[in-house]
């Protein structure tokens, strides 16, 4: 055997061996915790009086699988907010967006339409027990990030040319919002320091699947994402645009990220930190923006760093991992081991460092101590590397599309520093 499937092999049986996870223990310590069937109201107005009656007592909600009006299923209609201190367990249970809500499924209670200054919450947890589901609506009102015009015709009006479109009953309704923004999302979280979410499925959501903005200290495991770039409405396909899996913005640190698979119609993780013109930036609070905090880097503070991702199958016309930064905005000490990544069409990379389109190009080094190995992948490359990074390194890659090299450079690779390559090479397959 050669020493590149060797050292891939062994690399990949030690990860997955330090990974392996005993059973969720929390769900077996017996806790009261408070069951929204116990209230009346809406599905969503049960939940959150679930949420309030747990607050400051047991702090532990389960969601069953039966709901009490008859049904398998639990609708929700607007945000489902997390308060500190909560821990949801979500028990083979479906929560499904309902055709009126134009909101999130869950966002962290501190963030939200004209908060201004959002204080921090801490200590947001997430468990799904055996079959745990998050879907999105059967035929939503909206869908897309803030850039999205929306139409009930997406494919007409790209045929005429118009790109920046996205499917929502909304469209056409002088009452309604005709753009998407940060209500698209179906997990919000902002501003929250201990999150963790594990063992859930998400499907078809409106949006990005997760995205957090300023979260520090954050574990999310044993996710699937079914995210296809369309939605089907009476047996008509409509597309849907944005729909990441994964997204962290300014000033998120110590993530892990591990054992997370499915298929998205976007980006399915994407590492982000734009430092947006003044003029152009969204206060906290702006319902016009993808971001529910202000889309400007300020600081160190607001840098990306400090995340380790690790386990990562999926398939998709873009990116496994979208690493971007702009202007002085930094991402560093990201640490990546074991992806294999589908390109459908052959289209994008396994892996993008830089971002073009996103305002200034990120300064040198701005961008740097991207670590990645064992990576397996098709497309345009393993790497593309868009910015002037420094002290990046890969190792055990194997790419079989059909370029040359695995690694692709848009610049000049001179104008990078300590960027170094071991068994990264273009096979067969």
């Keep these: 055997m050669p020493k590149y499937l060797i050292a891939f092999v062994i690399s990949v049986f030690f990860v997955n061996f330090i990974l392996i996870k ?26 959150l009086q679930a949420i309030q009656k747990a607050k400051n007592t047991s702090n532990l909600v389960r969601i069953p699988r039966v709901n009490a009006n ?23 249970c479906t929560l499904q967006l309902s055709n009126s809500s134009r909101d999130n499924m869950f966002r962290s209670d501190n963030v939200g339409l004209g908060i201004t200054n959002p204080e921090w919450n801490e200590n947001i947890n997430i468990y799904g027990i055996g079959k745990a589901i998050l879907k999105g609506a059967s035929n939503p009102r909206s869908t897309g990030d803030g ?8 494919k007409e009006e790209q045929d005429k040319g118009n790109w920046r479109v996205s499917y929502g009953t909304d469209a056409g309704n002088p009452e309604m919002k005709q753009k998407g923004d940060w209500r698209n999302i179906m997990m919000l979280i902002g501003y929250v320091k201990n999150f963790t979410i594990k063992n859930v499925r ?52 110590n993530f892990r990220i ?5 298929v998205t119609g976007d980006d399915f993780i994407a590492l982000s930190n734009l430092d947006t013109a003044p003029e152009l930036v969204k206060k906290n609070g702006d319902i016009t923006d993808s971001m529910v905090t202000a889309s400007r880097w300020y600081g160190p503070e607001d840098d990306i760093e ?14 496994a991992i979208a690493i971007r930064a702009s202007d002085q905005a ?56 868009q910015a002037q990074v420094a002290d990046c390194h890969f190792m055990n ?33």
């Design 70 to 92: 008859g049904t398998n299923i639990w609708m929700i209609d607007s945000a489902i907010l997390l308060p500190s201190n909560l821990t949801l367990i979500l028990d083979n």
């Design 22 to 47: 005993p059973a969720n223990v929390f769900a077996m310590t017996g806790q009261a915790s408070v069951n929204p069937n116990d209230f009346d109201g809406t599905d969503t107005e049960r939940i």
């Design 330 to 385: 930094g991402i560093h000490h990201v640490y990546i081991n074991g992806v294999v990544f589908k390109a459908n069409e052959g289209r994008h990379d396994a892996i993008l460092i830089g971002g073009r389109g996103y305002g200034e190009e990120s300064l040198p080094g701005k961008i740097n101590s991207i670590h990645a190995m064992n990576i397996i992948g098709n497309g345009q490359s393993l790497v593309r590397i």
């Design 147 to 154: 850039a999205r015009m929306l139409t009930l015709n997406p």
């Design 397 to 429: 890659g194997m790419y079989s599309g059909e370029n040359a090299t695995a690694t692709l450079y848009e610049i000049d690779s001179l104008t990078t520093s300590n960027v170094t390559q071991n068994n990264w090479i273009k096979v067969k397959y």
């Design 202 to 253: 998400f499907e078809n959501t409106h949006g990005w699947t997760i995205s957090f903005e300023r979260t520090i200290g954050a574990e999310l495991s044993d996710l699937t994402i079914f995210n296809e770039e369309f939605v089907r409405v009476n047996g008509e396909q409509h597309m849907v645009s944005n729909k990441d899996g994964i997204n962290l913005r300014q000033g998120c640190k």
């Design 306 to 319: 400090q995340v380790v991702i690790t386990n990562i199958s999926c398939e998709n016309r873009y990116r």
């Design 258 to 262: 591990d054992n997370i698979s499915g």
